[in-house]
């Protein structure tokens, strides 16, 4: 058999219009699948170029960046708390002292009462006075 420009083939026109449509198909298969692979490489370099630059730094940096400000948040609870108690602390040694104030003053009068013997006989210019 010999092959050359001038040899002919035959074929039925039924054939050939399929290969020609099997080969249209393959081509716009393979032309689709390229380009929304290509759209979604795009999108995703996109997206990471748009994350990094709005932040500027690397994804674990920003994850210690949020745990850090979390941290700051946290503290700045608990110091207002222990800010709070040091308040209560100041309040309650006020209060004692004057309760034992008050109590100095109660046993003084429970003296002079004693010493008046009914207690109805004392001066209460006395109780301010400490006579």
């Given amino acids: 058999m010999k092959i ?13 219009i399929g290969i020609i449509v099997a080969v249209a198909m393959g081509v716009f298969a393979y032309t689709e699948v390229t380009a929304r692979l290509t759209s979604l490489e795009t999108s ?20 210690q960046f ?4 979390d941290l700051y948040k946290t503290v700045e609870k608990i ?16 209060v004692t002292k004057q309760l034992e ?10 003296d002079k009462v004693r010493a008046n013997g009914n207690g109805h ?5 006395c109780i301010t006075n400490d006579c």
């Fill in 79 to 94: 110091e207002t708390r222990i800010e709070d108690m040091m308040h209560n602390k100041v309040n309650i040694e006020f």
């Fill in 101 to 110: 104030k008050a109590l100095e003053d109660i046993e003084k009068l429970k």
């Fill in 66 to 69: 949020m745990l850090l400000e």
């Fill in 121 to 125: 006989g004392w001066d209460s210019s």
């Fill in 44 to 63: 995703r370099e996109l997206f990471q170029a748009d994350l990094l630059k709005k932040s500027e730094q690397l994804p674990t940096d920003q994850e």
């Fill in 4 to 16: 050359s420009e001038n040899t002919s083939v035959s074929m039925p026109m039924k054939n050939m």
